[in-house]
């Protein structure tokens, strides 16, 4: 192994091995308390410590990194104190996930680093969305990012490097290439010869480095991080490195030839290094042991610190409190005008004006530049606000909503605007994993925005037309709203987009250009979480929301001697609770009515609650009016047939006459 020096003085190597020492023997300590049964599990990166320390060292003090779980070497490098880390590990509450999540799985905005799920790949788009908030803002900032060879065949690599190069984004693309996703082999992995050979196919640069040679991983990471601060653009690197250790130690490392490891023994990152700094008389031979036996007593000291903290006390109010970060929605006091307006006039009313608010607030989809969005919905936004801040993005949902992500980890506000709420399904990972929980595993609130246009009576068949928000509102962490009117469609959009929660926001496709109505001016906010009474009655209440809405109120008018009271939730997670408890108290009888199928519909929540807790109440079963449990079909017959809409009169007939 040959190692250059260049620039470095003698302090800077002594540094750099002090670093590279120091991870190892915490994971050599680590293993110790693994055998004596005082851990659980360990994800080992002995082999690999060059890679991690080289590239922390290269980076800014203020550049984001993201690390995966055999990269300690970022953690230690940037200072995080033992003690605190080692909380994290044994889930005490100084952990940066106070127990609620293990190992390498949170982030921390003091020392810059946003930490990996177990989804091996959305990092990578996030390191995109952290990028574009420093170009958008000027900052001459670099980020890094590191990912296994093995995670390089998942569909968010492909998405997160091409997005970064489309958008030319100041990302390093760390690949350290050990050879074994778990017990599976390169070669059963990917076809390539190298992987740095994918580069080129995303019109970027790579580079294949030793990942051993902790000068040439630093050196070439400097470099790069140095010249894409000026010329902002992606870059690829394929760190060659090997795993000492099992996947985790319980998996062990049977399936590894033995030859192997005698090649990489020889190559060990730590020793070598110390080999050439003894043979270049930056180290006196008998240096190495004395600076182990200082780290080794602070090690033991910092470890034990954790150990003797207190075992988390369960408190069910606060694990509930703590899935979202606390906000409240501004109150309009001033009298404000009105102006008729349709339902889609309304959304890009308060996603314009929210523009004009928030500086920081950028709009990312399919085709809303110059064309406007497939509805329309963001004409003309391109030449108020700039391509900068309305993002035409490849079709790849994943990635631009790890993008928004991102953006908002790096004091950004994102709208992500789904083409159709179809398609939500190949982001569907991002959704429910990395935005829900983020702000409960580390509170790190994450300011997006998801738009979903959703729905039938198109005629748009099984994957246009879906109405998928229950898939949403079990999911802990997202806010989920649904207007149904344009003054709700303006207040509910600007108020998601104030709030610092994920939101998803669905807007119902059949009522942008057929439904009209006075839509406050301005800025307009309405309350998330609270339910409207649209029209009040004693015979029996509707509980409903989106076209919904509509239907229950056309069987109004066909009824006027029915005294039926409708509740618009617009709100489904939180839902107003108290609002339909005390529609059912004062009726009696309820009917649930919603376009989702029957079947594990939110309905179903709404029905739920209501026998528990107000059944003394009721005089008739709740009754739920949903669509078939079938896709929805394209055919204008059958799609009739499938929407809750062709059951409204029979079920209405049930519940009226128990």
């Not at 033991?300 to 610190?305: G, N, Q, S, T």
């Not at 108020?384 to 994943?398: A, L």
């Not at 879906?466 to 802990?476: R, Y």
Request: some cysteine; proline content about 4%.
């Amino acid at each position: 192994m040959n190692f250059d020096r260049k620039n470095l003085n003698n302090d800077d190597l002594i540094a750099f091995y002090r670093k590279l020492l120091l991870p190892r023997l915490i994971e050599e300590k680590m293993l110790i308390l693994l055998r004596q049964g005082r851990i659980g599990k360990w994800f080992s990166g002995i082999g690999q410590e060059a890679i991690a320390v080289g590239c922390t060292l290269a980076m800014q003090k203020d550049e984001y990194i993201l690390p995966m779980h055999r990269n300690l070497g970022v953690f230690t490098t940037r200072e995080i104190p033992l003690a605190r880390l080692m909380g994290q590990w044994q889930g005490k509450a100084s952990g940066f996930t106070k127990g609620r999540d293990r190992s390498f799985h949170f982030g921390t905005q003091e020392y810059k680093i946003i930490g990996m799920i177990s989804h091996l790949g959305p990092q990578l788009a996030l390191a995109d969305g952290i990028a574009l908030a420093d170009v958008l803002n000027n900052r001459k900032n670099a980020t890094l990012v590191f990912t296994g060879e093995g995670a390089t065949t998942e569909g968010d690599f492909h998405e997160a490097l091409n997005v970064a190069a489309v958008w030319n984004l100041p990302v390093i693309f760390i690949i350290e290439n050990n050879g074994y996703g778990l017990s599976t082999p390169t070669k059963e992995q990917y076809a390539c010869k190298r992987l740095v050979d994918k580069a080129v196919g995303y019109g970027m640069e790579g580079r294949r480095i030793d990942g051993n040679n902790i000068l040439e991983v630093y050196h070439s990471i400097k470099g790069i991080a140095e010249d894409i601060r000026v010329s902002p653009r992606p870059v690829l690197v394929e760190c060659m490195t090997f795993r000492m250790r099992g996947h985790e130690e319980a998996s062990g490392t049977k399936y590894v030839p033995e030859e192997l490891f005698t090649e990489w023994k020889a190559k060990d990152p730590l020793l070598t290094f110390e080999k050439y700094l003894i043979d270049e008389f930056v180290l006196r031979p008998e240096w190495p042991q004395f600076i182990r036996n200082e780290f080794n007593k602070v090690i033991d000291v910092e470890i034990e610190k954790a150990f003797k903290e207190p075992d988390i006390l369960p408190d069910e109010n606060i694990e509930i409190a703590d899935m979202y970060k606390a906000y409240r929605t501004p109150v309009i006091t001033s009298a404000v005008n009105s102006t008729k307006r349709r339902y889609i006039d309304a959304i890009s009313d308060g996603l314009r004006l929210s523009m004009q608010k928030y500086p920081n607030l950028v709009i990312m989809g399919q085709d809303i530049a110059e064309y406007g969005g497939a509805f329309k919905i963001t004409q003309g936004f391109v030449e108020e606000f700039g391509k900068g801040r309305v993002r035409n993005t490849p079709i790849c949902e994943s990635a631009i909503v790890g993008a928004a992500m991102g953006l908002a980890l790096n004091g950004g506000k994102a709208v992500v605007e789904m083409q159709f709420a179809d398609f939500v399904t190949c982001g569907f990972n991002q959704v429910v994993n990395n935005l829900a929980k983020t702000y409960y595993r580390w509170e790190q609130n994450v300011d997006v925005v998801i738009r979903m246009p959703t729905g039938g009576g198109t005629s748009a068949g099984p994957f246009h037309s879906q109405s998928n928000e229950a898939w949403f509102t079990k999911t802990p962490g997202l806010k989920v709203v649904y207007p149904s009117n344009p003054a709700d469609a303006k207040g509910l959009l600007m108020a998601a987009i104030d709030d610092p929660n994920p939101v998803i926001y669905f807007e119902h496709k059949y009522l942008y250009r057929s439904n009209s109505g006075d839509v406050p001016d301005g800025d307009y906010f309405v309350e998330i979480g609270k339910a409207k009474i649209v029209t009040s009655g004693t015979k029996a209440s509707i509980i409903t929301y989106g076209l919904g809405v509509h239907w229950a109120l056309e069987y109004a008018a066909k009824h006027p001697e029915l005294s039926l009271e409708i509740i618009d939730l617009r709100s489904l997670q939180p839902w107003d609770k108290n609002a339909v408890e005390a529609s059912a108290k004062k009726t009696g009888r309820v009917l649930v009515l919603h376009e989702d199928t029957l079947t594990s519909g939110f309905g179903a929540e709404i029905a739920a609650h209501l026998a528990e807790h107000c059944f003394a109440y009721l005089d008739a079963p709740v009754i739920r009016c949903a669509s078939l449990d079938t896709a929805i079909p394209m055919n204008k017959e059958l799609e009739d047939q499938f929407m809750a809409k062709s059951r409204l009169d029979e079920k209405m007939n049930i519940l009226l006459s128990y």
